[in-house]
């Protein structure tokens, strides 16, 4: 019985250090991915995913302009002024069971002029 509950111990010590590693390559690449955003290209809405170790992790990233949730003033808009556009990114890995999500939002700024496709 003690044979028993030691190897049950193992298996889940085993499985929270593998989940530990995939959570923190997921994040790593999560990091990659939000340091490239707006880098070497302007932002602009749309939608892109792609995935890393051969589809082990998936990841789906959006942007979006950002709408300021209090009321607009009456003061004239400069088309030229920085905009802020709001980044979000999921990861996601898992075999066969239930995927694991990572989800990361930002906000970033881009002048009108400079913006580009994704």
Same mark, same amino acid.
């Given at each position: 019985m003690a044979l028993t509950l030691l190897l049950g111990t193992l298996s889940g010590a085993a499985k929270q250090v593998r989940w $530990? $590693? /995939?959570a923190g390559r997921a994040a790593l690449y999560a990091q990659s991915l939000? @340091? &490239?955003v707006g880098v070497g290209q302007a932002l602009k809405p749309g939608q892109r995913s792609g995935d890393f170790e051969n589809g082990r992790y998936r990841w789906t #990233? *959006?942007?979006? &302009?950002w709408r /300021? $949730? #209090?009321p607009a003033s009456n003061q004239p808009i400069d088309p030229n002024a920085m905009r802020l556009f709001e980044v979000q990114l999921?990861?996601?890995? *898992? @075999?066969g069971g239930p995927s694991r999500r990572l989800f990361l939002r930002t906000l970033r700024s881009s002048t009108a002029s400079n913006e580009v496709s994704l």
């Open positions: $530990s $590693s /995939d939000m @340091d &490239q #990233l *959006g942007i979006t &302009q /300021d $949730s #209090l999921a990861v996601e890995w *898992g @075999d």
